[in-house]
């Protein structure tokens, strides 16, 4: 598009007499029309990234939602089994083949932490994944051995919730910005610097939205655990104790995550004193 107004000002130079003002007039809208054009080159890779952004989100929300639907059926096919005190064979084969399933879904998950950078850059998924699979290796363990109480049922409901977290988290991160933010990404360097701050697939706000869902799971927890009466006391202790021990581990990830953010926070500029006049 700029060679039009280019021509015009090679043209005018080559005039006798020289047209300057029509030369500059040429030059300067042929300057503005290389600016248009990189303007509108900045807004198109911007909405690419964005939609290459939004795809892998969706993938990686529709991978968790697979294997939250996996967590609740294998569940919900092992309740039968904690009402029985000794599992006959038939049983027993049935409890193997749900530790099978079971381990399945902690190899996908483990997988999907492992090929997903992104992941394991957050210390606040990081820290769900391991959740998960201590949980799911316990629970396929005592599967595999027989062993189903209603220990083993909620550890996998607790499985089941702790995904739906991270498809919470990331659901809220595929929703449009308030206004509010719009303006202030907007005031904040136009289209050039759209172009160059990318959104992250795991930004910052999504860890602290996980932070919370987990936060207000352990709190229904605590809720459940004292309201249950199917429980020895000698169970409830050790809940409580685990639960305690979860408290502690998110608080110790929140700190993290606090000095994480005010690291990356912008340092205002300190402006050195005024020169005293003499």
């Not at 060679?3 to 503005?32: C, F, I, K, M, Y």
């Not at 303006?183 to 610097?193: H, R, V």
């Not at 860890?207 to 309201?227: C, F, P, W």
Request: proline share 6%.
């Amino acid at each position: 598009r700029p060679a039009p107004p280019q021509g015009a000002a090679v043209a005018a130079l080559r005039a006798q007499p020289v047209g300057a003002d029509a030369a500059e007039t040429a030059e300067n809208r042929s300057l503005e029309l290389l600016k248009e054009a990189l303007a509108a080159a900045q807004e198109a890779q911007q909405d690419t990234a964005e939609q290459e952004m939004r795809r892998r989100r969706e993938e990686l929300i529709a991978a968790y939602r697979t294997q939250m639907e996996k967590q609740v059926e294998v569940r919900t096919q092992t309740l039968p089994l904690t009402s029985v005190a000794e599992l006959d064979r038939r049983q027993l084969v049935d409890a193997r083949l749900l530790a099978a399933t079971q381990d399945e879904i902690r190899a996908s998950l483990a997988e999907m932490r492992d090929v997903t950078n992104e992941i394991m850059d957050s210390p606040v998924f990081v820290h769900v994944h391991r959740m998960i699979d201590d949980r799911s290796l316990s629970v396929s363990e005592a599967l595999e051995g027989g062993h189903v109480t209603t220990d083993i049922t909620d550890r996998q409901q607790f499985i089941a919730d702790s995904i739906g977290r991270l498809v919470t988290a990331l659901e809220d991160a595929m929703a449009p910005p308030d206004e509010f933010a719009k303006d202030q990404a907007g005031g904040e360097g136009g289209a050039g610097g759209a172009s160059q701050q990318q959104e992250a697939l795991i930004p910052p706000i999504t860890q602290l939205k996980l932070l919370r869902g987990v936060q207000d799971l352990i709190y229904m927890q605590t809720r459940e655990i004292d309201a249950r009466t199917d429980m020895q006391d000698t169970q409830r202790r050790e809940r409580l104790r685990d639960i305690g021990e979860q408290q502690r581990e998110l608080s110790d990830l929140g700190q993290q995550m606090l000095d994480q953010l005010q690291k990356n926070m912008p340092q205002p500029e300190i402006q050195p004193p005024p020169t005293p006049d003499p």
